[in-house]
């Protein structure tokens, strides 16, 4: 790969990631881009300053400047209104929806092989938007919900258990919302099933505030949060760029799989240099199927509600 990754967004989300992209040295450039004047540049400045105490360097970091953004092989959209409380993910649908499409028309300008990675929400809508705009193979772009919301799952579960983080698994399905499913069956503790270690009520209680995560922190932030779904990008970013060919749970276009055709919902796919390079398909039970099937649908409205608008 070239070792340029594009970032649109530089907001705390945008920010965050473009950090850590940094510290991990996933590439060798990073373009930073945002709408409001001086704000990359800015963002950009700030983690320059931090090399000569965290030794950042030699990754180079960019802003504003589009045409930097020629020849690179990954493009991250964070871009977006933030979710401010009392307002749910669907509310951003109009106002996301044009600046996704800004994001990918430039994006296609400058660097129209890039494999996407949608953040924006409402998450598996504005995939849809972003492939829609740029005319993308569905292999060449896939959306951050699931590793945040698995991420959400094992956090409660190893805090109810008592154990570390590390130990636990988690599997999370469908929309990036109040209809994700979360799958008990396959979440495991130290290859453990979950199930067997918690009551069905405590189970419950961990999947409900798993639904709610985002609320929560926006209720107490008063804004997104950013710091996990930074992690969360970042995740999918070292498994394309370093063909790790990770199986994690991203927003992903189905053909069929799960018995959903032609949207964008959170599944486990393998992801590596050729981006999404296979959907693993699980074993569900007729109720996780069912529920699925309604995060589908829950999908599937806000679309139609995305048809509205444009």
Not at 40 to 55: F, K, M, N, Q, Y
Request: glycine residues 10%; proline residues 5%; hydrophobic residues 45%.
């Amino acid at each position: 790969m070239s070792g340029k990754i594009v970032v649109f967004g530089a907001g705390n989300v945008g920010g965050a990631v473009t950090r850590r992209l940094v510290e991990r040295k996933l590439c060798k450039t990073v373009v930073l881009v945002d709408r409001t004047p001086g704000r990359a540049r800015g963002v950009t400045l700030d983690i320059r300053e931090a090399s000569p105490i965290d030794l950042l360097e030699p990754v180079a970091i960019e802003g504003d400047d589009l045409t930097r953004l020629t020849g690179a092989e990954l493009v991250i959209i964070t871009a977006g209104s933030p979710r401010k409380p009392g307002m749910s993910r669907d509310d951003l649908l109009k106002i996301n929806a044009a600046i996704v499409r800004g994001c990918v028309t430039t994006a296609m300008d400058h660097c129209p092989e890039a494999f996407f990675l949608v953040v924006t929400n409402p998450l598996n809508a504005m995939c849809q938007v972003a492939m829609q705009a740029g005319n993308l193979k569905p292999e060449r772009i896939a959306g951050m919900a699931g590793i945040l919301d698995a991420a959400r799952f094992q956090y409660f579960i190893a805090r109810e258990l008592a154990v570390s983080p590390e130990n636990v698994q988690a599997m999370v399905l469908g929309e990036h919302g109040d209809d994700m499913v979360c799958v008990p069956r396959y979440s495991t503790v130290a290859g453990i099933p979950v199930t067997e270690l918690l009551s069905p009520e405590r189970l419950a209680r961990l999947v409900e505030r798993t639904k709610n995560g985002g609320a929560e922190i926006v209720n107490m932030l008063s804004t997104s949060a950013y710091y996990a779904p930074a992690s969360a990008v970042v995740q999918m970013v070292a498994s394309v760029v370093m063909d790790k060919k990770k199986i994690l749970p991203c927003a992903a276009w189905l053909r069929g799989q799960y018995g959903i055709d032609g949207m964008f919902v959170g599944v486990p796919v393998k992801l590596g240099r050729g981006g999404v390079e296979q959907i693993m398909e699980l074993s569900l039970t007729p109720e996780e199927s069912a529920a699925l099937r309604r995060s589908a649908d829950k999908i599937g409205r806000l679309l139609n509600g995305l048809d509205d608008h444009a």
